[in-house]
Nanobody, 121 residues
Framework: QVHLVESGGGSVQSGGSLRLSCAAS????????MNWFRQAPGKERELVAT???????TVADSVKGRFAISRPNAPNTVYLQMNSLKPDDTAVYYC???????????????WGQGTQVTVSS
């Protein structure tokens, strides 16, 4: 079993910055992909950023130039650096990941519990 735990959410004024962390623990052989999604009240969950096994990254157009996804040296951990935050960025941010969990190539895909980000004007 794999567990994802997000941290780093909070309240910030418009223009401020936050860094979210997602740490995975459990029986993990390797990472296939880790993603950050967000869901604002009354809206559908949307993909914000992705980092793949080889390190390639993509970010949504709505956050391009402001958000960046990265993997620090800590294993199975991903950051979402959020700069120039806007009130429209207010949402619950969720980590989502797929890992290889055994030598047969079996995969696990799941979600963290979410962390609230609130940006005030």
């Amino acid at each position: 079993q794999v567990h994802l735990v997000e941290s780093g959410g909070g309240s910030v004024q418009s223009g401020g910055s936050l860094r979210l962390s997602c740490a995975a623990s459990g029986s993990i052989v390797s990472l296939n992909e880790m993603n950050w999604f967000r869901q604002a009240p009354g809206k559908e969950r949307e993909l914000v950023a992705t980092i793949a096994r080889g390190g390639s990254t993509t970010v949504a157009d709505s956050v391009k130039g402001r958000f960046a996804i990265s993997r620090p040296n800590a294993p199975n951990t991903v950051y979402l650096q959020m700069n120039s935050l806007k009130p429209d960025d207010t949402a619950v941010y969720y980590c989502n990941a797929e890992f290889v969990i055994d030598d047969l190539g079996s995969t696990w895909h799941g979600w963290g519990q979410g962390t609230q980000v609130t940006v005030s004007s």
